[in-house]
């Protein structure tokens, strides 16, 4: 599994993008890069995967670039409900096991 | 949209006692996880079950734990001596698995268990 790298915390503010930024140098050539974001008190919940390039979805866009050693999450607009944690992971399978870091604390301000 | 279901919402029991948390995956998922996080901490990985035996477990998951599939629906988590530091959030989650490359896994909304 890959080891992921990402900020502590970001602050934004209503309507901003956000952008999120991972590292994983150690990334296997199998791996994808996949993101979770968890609510308090609530259970994580997945967001966006890709294995490299751009995936967008109607939540958020994910960018990997060729050498794959990073990926940038980016919210549009965010607003206050997506004050979350948000988990990046590496992995190769649909069965294995999770590897939680401690994430990036997003808090968005009005 | 399917989603996995865990109960009670919120257990408390005393040190030394016996206790059984319960989830019910989504009904085509085939593989079933447990995890916890303690408050404040990373949410760590316990235990997984495919075809009705463990797939791989965490060094926390020790003889204390142990996981069972009693029917075709629910996935029960069981703790035979509670200790303390056993109070957490417990997650339940489950996914399609299989040939799908995906690492989507489906959480449930967490039991609170709080060991006195």
């Known amino acids: 599994l890959a080891k992921t790298t990402q900020p502590i915390s970001m602050d934004s503010y209503e309507g901003q993008e956000v952008n999120i930024t991972c590292s994983h140098n150690?990334?296997?050539?199998?791996?994808?890069i996949t993101w979770y974001q968890q609510f308090p008190s609530q259970g994580p919940r997945f967001i966006i995967q890709g294995y490299k390039t751009k995936v967008t979805n109607e939540v958020a866009s994910l960018f990997i670039p060729a050498d794959r050693k990073s990926s940038t999450l980016s919210l549009p607009r965010v607003s206050l409900s997506d004050t979350a944690v948000y988990y990046c992971?590496?992995?190769?399978?649909?069965?294995?096991?999770?590897?939680f870091g401690t994430g990036t604390r997003l808090l968005v301000s009005p | 949209e399917p989603e996995v279901t865990q109960t009670p919402s919120h257990q408390v029991t005393q040190m030394g006692q016996e206790v059984i948390l319960r989830c019910v995956p989504i009904?085509?998922?085939?593989?079933f996880y447990w995890y916890r996080q303690i408050l404040g901490q990373k949410v760590e990985f316990l235990v997984s079950f495919y075809n009705n035996e463990i797939s791989e477990k965490s060094e926390i998951f020790d003889d204390q734990f142990s996981v069972e599939r009693p029917d075709g629906s629910n996935f029960t988590l069981k703790i035979r001596s509670t200790k303390l530091e056993d109070s957490a959030m417990y997650f339940c989650a489950s996914s399609l698995g299989s040939q799908r490359l995906s690492y989507e896994q489906y959480f449930g909304p967490g039991t609170r268990l709080t060991v006195t």
């Open positions: 992971l590496g992995g190769n399978t649909g069965f294995q096991k999770l590897v």
């Open positions: 009904s085509n998922h085939l593989y």
């Open positions: 150690n990334i296997a050539t199998n791996d994808y």
